[in-house]
Every structure is written in structure tokens, then in C-alpha cells.
T-cell receptor, first 114, second 114 residues
Framework: AQKITQTQPGMFVQEKEAVTLDCTYD???????LFWYKQPSSGEMIFLIYQGSYDQQNATEGRYSLNFQKARKSANLVISASQLGDSAMYFC???????????FGKGTKLTVNP | DSGVTQTPKHLITATGQRVTLRCSPRSGDLSVYWYQQSLDQGLQFLIQ???????AKGNILERFSAQQFPDLHSELNLSSLELGDSALYFC?????????????FGPGTRLLVL
């Protein structure tokens, strides 16, 4: 079964607008971490934001914020004031408490239009 | 720039050959992870080393092996290469293991097997 589901293969947003990228996860472990990474066309994986399962508040990092709804098992990434440079693949990933590995979703390709 | 370096950036080789991918973690990071990104399988965890010792194993083929040296750099050896081994191979590193430790990815080595 898929542990990380990203249902949006592609998303389009106008420059300066906000966009939400969806991520749902599946785990029975009460301790886990959720990560978002950005992969531009050049290929590197860039860490954006982290949310721990016990964190009381939604994580924020600059223009990135995480809409964490634990009961729904969702961890959506919100990018505010989109920029052309935000055009990239975005991956949601999870690490469960007893594991060292990251499990990735299939990614969402975001295109920011001028 | 994540601080993780990988060499070479690109590698083209023939089926049946053997290659070695090299990774230097961020300064101070003890843990190194290897991931494979392919079109059909997505991003998959291969193996992890912590301070020179193998710590976790994922979907790594028997034809593949890795090690971490005393200076903490790591090498991933791929042998008897097949067309399906063509992929982007990432190394990631983290300071420690588990919990909220963020894995920072290198730029990747793009392997093409002809």
C-alpha cells in the first residue's frame, strides 16, 4: 500500500498567488516525521520543510508552510506568493519512528506562470 | 548548495560493467543514505551507513554494495549493470539518526547504462 500519496501530478499557479500541494500519508506509528523536498529541472533535491507528528503547531519556513491535519493524515504544502523559480517537482516524504529511510510520494509538478 | 558532494555528475557505461559512485557528506554529518530515482520506481531508499557501520537496508540489489570510510565519505558500487539500472542516484546525509533529523541531498549522479 502507498504510504505517501500525492494526488496532483501537475499543478499550475499564477505568479504571486498561493498554491497548495496535497500530501496524504498512511502509518500506524504514532511517531513520524513529514518532509517536503523540491526538485528543480537541474535534478538536485532541496529540503524545504519538516513537520513532526508531535508538533503542536504547523511548520513554517519563509514562504513555505505546512498544513498538518493529523486526524486526516494530511500534510499539505502551502507556497505563498509564488515565484517563477518555484516551478519544480515537489515531493512529500515520511520517516516513521522506527525507520531511518524516507519514503517518498510520486511528486507534483508545479508550474508557475508569469 | 546542501554541502553534500557527489561525483561524478554523469556516468555513461555499458551493460555488464561496474561503476563506483562517490559521496562526501556535509561536514559533521555521521549518517549517509543512498537513494535511487527512476521513472518507473520513483525515489527509493537503498542503504544507510552511520559512522562507518551499515545501519539500514532498503531495496538494494545484490549486485549493488556500499561502504562508508573512516573519513565518513561513502561509495556505492554497482556491478553487472543492466539497462534498468539507469537512474539518478542520490546520496544524502544527516547529523544523526532518527527523529527529526533532516536528510540533506547531494546533486546526484546520473547513470546511463547503454
Amino acid at each position: 500500500a502507498q504510504k505517501i500519496t500525492q494526488t496532483q501530478p501537475g499543478m499550475f499557479v499564477q505568479e504571486k498567488e498561493a498554491v497548495t500541494l496535497d500530501c496524504t500519508y498512511d502509518t500506524s506509528d504514532p511517531s513520524y516525521g513529514l518532509f517536503w523536498y523540491k526538485q528543480p529541472s537541474s535534478g538536485e533535491m532541496i529540503f524545504l520543510i519538516y513537520q513532526g507528528s508531535y508538533d503542536q503547531q504547523n511548520a513554517t519556513e519563509g514562504r513555505y508552510s505546512l498544513n498538518f491535519q493529523k486526524a486526516r493524515k494530511s500534510a499539505n504544502l502551502v507556497i505563498s506568493a509564488s515565484q517563477l523559480g518555484d516551478s519544480a517537482m515537489y515531493f512529500c516524504a515520511m520517516r516513521e519512528g522506527g525507520s531511518e529511510k524516507l519514503v517518498f510520494g510520486k511528486g507534483t509538478k508545479l508550474t508557475v506562470n508569469p | 548548495d546542501s554541502g553534500v558532494t557527489q561525483t561524478p555528475k554523469h556516468l555513461i557505461t555499458a551493460t555488464g560493467q561496474r561503476v563506483t559512485l562517490r559521496c562526501s557528506p556535509r561536514s559533521g554529518d555521521l549518517s549517509v543514505y543512498w537513494y535511487q530515482q527512476s521513472l518507473d520506481q520513483g525515489l527509493q531508499f537503498l542503504i544507510q551507513y552511520y559512522n562507518g557501520e551499515e545501519r539500514a537496508k532498503g531495496n538494494i540489489l545484490e549486485r549493488f554494495s556500499a561502504q562508508q570510510f573512516p573519513d565518513l565519505h561513502s561509495e556505492l558500487n554497482l556491478s553487472s549493470l543492466e539497462l534498468g539500472d539507469s537512474a539518478l542516484y542520490f546520496c544524502a546525509s544527516s547529523v544523526d539518526v532518527g527523529g527529526s533529523e533532516t536528510q540533506y541531498f547531494g546533486p546526484g549522479t546520473r547513470l546511463l547504462v547503454l
